[in-house]
């Protein structure tokens, strides 16, 4: 694997009393800020809930330097980044990542956000719909209530027991009180003395520290706040309780008195308990039939208290006491492992994997929290203490065991010389002769292109490989393949490659992204596990949390871009009659070489042919989806009308230009939904804009009707727009395709995209030359195709076909 730049950490408190995190790590792309605030939902005043939340709202709505058309959300989005922020329990979070060139703007808006917000009763009014909004939704939400009363169990003085997200009757905004309430909590928590800054990036310390000192000069000075200490979680002599829903066990450990380094301990301890491999815990859970999922993690941890969550995921009449026996005779033996000195060094390693492929705001948010790496020696005694209060003692039972070392982690051996013979060189690499062809009795030409796109001295890469079918998978042979594939999926995240395996329609991918060094193997053993599987009993999938309206008709486009087809659980059919092609990017020699070796045992037929989406023809097309939730959802997805790039690079001005218009027309001015959203997507090679809205009240139809009011008005803006205003645009966007700005994965699947649609190996130069040479005449026609759905229009709702100008899909 190439080398890595070793990254170089500062940190420092600051005169003032902000406490300052700068990384430097030259791999990086893209810069990010983490902005935590030690402040939160606990820390206001019983009176008004959710006052620590509507802040955190309120302070994204502009100020009097940067109006909300100019401010950090704004600003980010259309110089491609991303935003957000997040309300804890005792502690607010703010961060965002940008290009370098963009970075310092970034900025000087969240100071000035922080430092001055506008904060008027009109805008407080209109937020206060919003989170009104959200709050109808959360009540709704079945999940989100059962997540709720995991805390049932806690004492009724501890403020986890109380309500905190805030909402119309909480936020009483027109009272005086409230006002000053509000401003009071401003100015006592949002000062330097309260808040750390993290900031990662390519940059030199010296520079990061440049651009933090900028950001201190707005950020006002004041003592630092201590925060008060909370009630006890238990009020009896008690530490755990355990609630039984309909399929799952849940048990809650409340630990108090906690050393230094618990946190990191908790973490140590929950990825030993979620292993799903041999010899876990899990594994036992299921041959016994007593649990089928297993998911630990803390809830809760603020000064020396923490609550521990264990959920279990039942088969049946599984009986709890069983299932709580064998964890602590489980948790028995792994107290007896001395200091965990094996367990401690595979732990390392992956946490040292997860930060050679962290984005820049990853690494940005772990370092504002403050944590180390793996298990620090004294976390271990730490972790004795967690053990202790758990109930855990040195003896056990069951004949227990370590589970096996992550094999994805292991060094790689010198690749065989499979992608290079005598008298080829390395930059040969990529290309096939009628030798080696002959060598491998191979004829065909190779399906899997190597893409020059990346540079192959990182040390990351991406595989894309697809296998078109003759009929689409069944629910129940898909789940099976991805039951087989999770072990695998986690220990090769664990290793630094994020690794799936979906379906649409009658399409499977694999897709790989991270670290390229483990990917040969990791797709060996993939490959080993789909073509071995055997039809059967399915094993329950793991239970995941539902997803909003809104997320399942995103989830659920890209199948309904494909035409229906026939369903098939028969494997080694679709095995018999697929055709397979992909891509790889960032490849060393190295890599390609054990790459191609994996792939000669690839299944199915190799076929280079590109398949190109069928296009709508500018019909309407009407999906209905049920989402399970009393919501409404509506997502337009409409393709551009031609497959020319000229025709892709207008549909990326015009999502560029409209995305901040929507979001203020839609979500502030007429407050239809909470999640509210466009842009552009690529499906399937299709080229499209895409708009989202969900509500608690409005109707598919009725939101439909406004986003087509929405394109009506779009016209009048973009007339309107100035030559200077529209160069600005278009050069902001274009900066957006610059490869030293886009991270590795995003240029992977720009390339993957591309060759679905037919193009040109030199599409990523292509593309931002076709954005920076588009006359504003281009983005006028834009418009008026997209009203007239030249290009189709593809709708999912959760609700049925409005008129019959919509096709409902079959």
């Not at 309120?58 to 980010?76: I, K, N, S």
């Not at 090769?492 to 897709?511: H, I, M, P, T």
Request: charged share 20%; hydrophobic share 40%.
């Amino acid at each position: 694997m190439p080398a890595l730049n070793a990254p170089s950490l500062f940190t420092e408190t600051l005169a003032n009393g902000l406490r300052l995190t700068l990384r430097h790590a030259p791999q990086l792309k893209r810069c990010a800020a983490a902005l935590r605030v030690a402040a939160g939902s606990h820390d206001v005043l019983l009176a008004w809930p959710g006052l620590a939340h509507f802040l955190e709202h309120l302070l994204f709505l502009g100020t009097e330097r940067f109006p909300a058309d100019q401010a950090l959300m704004a600003y980010v989005q259309r110089h491609g980044g991303q935003v957000n922020a997040r309300t804890n329990e005792r502690t607010t979070d703010f961060f965002f990542e940008l290009s370098p060139h963009a970075f310092s703007g970034g900025l000087e808006r969240l100071s000035d956000m922080l430092a001055h917000p506008r904060m008027n009763l009109q805008d407080q009014q209109r937020e206060r719909e919003v989170l009104q909004a959200e709050f109808v939704a959360w009540s709704g939400d079945a999940r989100e209530q059962q997540q709720l009363a995991l805390f049932n169990g806690l004492s009724a003085s501890h403020p986890l027991r109380g309500f905190h997200a805030g909402n119309r009757d909480s936020l009483p905004v027109e009272r005086p009180e409230f006002q000053h309430a509000l401003k009071a909590f401003h100015q006592q928590f949002y000062q330097a003395g309260q808040m750390t800054l993290s900031l990662a990036g390519p940059q030199s310390i010296e520079e990061l520290k440049r651009l933090a000192m900028v950001f201190c000069d707005t950020i006002p000075v004041a003592e630092h706040v201590p925060q008060s200490a909370p009630a006890l979680l238990m009020e009896d002599a008690n530490s755990s309780y355990q609630q039984v829903n309909a399929n799952s066990l849940n048990l809650l450990f409340a630990l108090e008195a906690l050393p230094q380094s618990s946190t990191e301990a908790l973490a140590f301890l929950c990825h030993w308990l979620n292993a799903d491999k041999p010899g876990s815990l899990l594994t036992e859970m299921r041959a016994r039939g007593l649990a089928e999922q297993l998911h630990a993690r803390p809830l809760y941890q603020f000064a020396e208290q923490a609550l521990l969550h264990i959920e279990f995921t039942l088969p049946g009449d599984a009986a709890a006491p069983a299932i709580t026996e064998l964890l602590l005779d489980w948790l028995g033996f792994f107290a007896a492992q001395q200091d965990w000195s094996a367990l401690r060094d595979e732990f390392a390693k992956v946490q040292q994997r997860q930060r050679q492929i962290s984005s820049a705001l990853k690494l940005a948010q772990w370092d504002c929290a403050q944590l180390e790496d793996g298990l620090p020696a004294h976390g271990v005694a730490a972790l004795n203490a967690v053990l202790k209060q758990i109930g855990a003692v040195d003896h056990f039972t069951g004949p227990w065991q370590l589970p096996p070392p992550n094999p994805f982690l292991q060094a790689e051996p010198e690749a065989p010389s499979a992608g290079l013979i005598r008298g080829q060189t390395s930059k040969h690499r990529g290309l096939r002769t009628f030798a080696q062809d002959r060598l491998r009795n191979r004829r065909e030409r190779s399906p899997m292109q190597f893409s020059q796109a990346l540079p192959d001295n990182t040390v990351e890469g991406a595989v894309y490989l697809r296998w078109q079918l003759e009929s689409a998978v069944s629910d129940s042979l898909q789940t099976l393949l991805e039951n087989r594939l999770r072990p695998l999926t986690e220990d090769a995240r664990q290793a630094g490659v994020d690794f799936s395996f979906s379906a649409s329609g009658n399409e499977w991918l694999l897709k790989m992204t991270g670290l390229q060094e483990p990917m040969p193997i990791v797709l060996e053993h993939a490959l080993k596990e789909l073509k071995s599987a055997e039809t059967g009993v399915v094993q329950q999938a793991s239970s995941s949390p539902a997803l909003i309206p809104i997320r399942q008709l995103l989830k659920a486009l890209p199948e309904q871009c494909l035409e229906r087809c026939a369903v098939s659980d028969n494997l080694q059919q679709l095995w018999s009659t697929a055709h397979w092609d992909g891509l790889a990017t960032g490849m060393s020699s190295q890599t390609q070489a054990a790459l191609s070796v994996t792939l000669s045992r690839v299944p199915g037929t190799a076929d280079g042919e590109p398949t190109l989406t069928p296009s709508l023809g500018g019909r309407k097309v009407w999906s209905t989806i049920d989402t399970g939730s009393s919501e409404h959802a509506v997502l337009l997805f409409c393709p551009t009308a031609s497959n020319e790039l000229a025709d892709e690079a207008a549909w990326r001005l015009l999502a560029h230009f409209s995305q901040t218009p929507f979001y203020q027309r839609i979500r502030v001015e007429l407050q239809l939904g909470y999640a509210v959203f466009s842009g552009l997507r690529q499906i399937h090679g299709q080229t499209g804009l895409v708009f989202g809205v969900q509500s608690p009240n409005v109707a598919p139809s009725e939101l439909l009707e406004h986003l087509e009011q929405f394109f009506s008005g779009l016209q009048s803006l973009v007339d309107g727009m100035d030559e200077a205003t529209f160069v600005e645009q278009r050069r902001a966007l274009a900066e957006q395709f610059d490869y030293i700005v886009l991270p590795s994965a995003a240029v992977a699947e720009l390339m993957w995209q591309s060759k679905l649609a037919g193009r040109s190996s030199e599409y990523l130069r292509e593309l931002p030359l076709a954005i920076l040479t588009a006359e504003h005449g281009a983005l006028v026609s834009a418009v008026q195709r997209l009203k007239s759905a030249a290009g189709g229009w593809h709708c999912l709702a959760t609700g049925p076909t409005p008129s019959a100008e919509w096709h409902a899909r079959k």
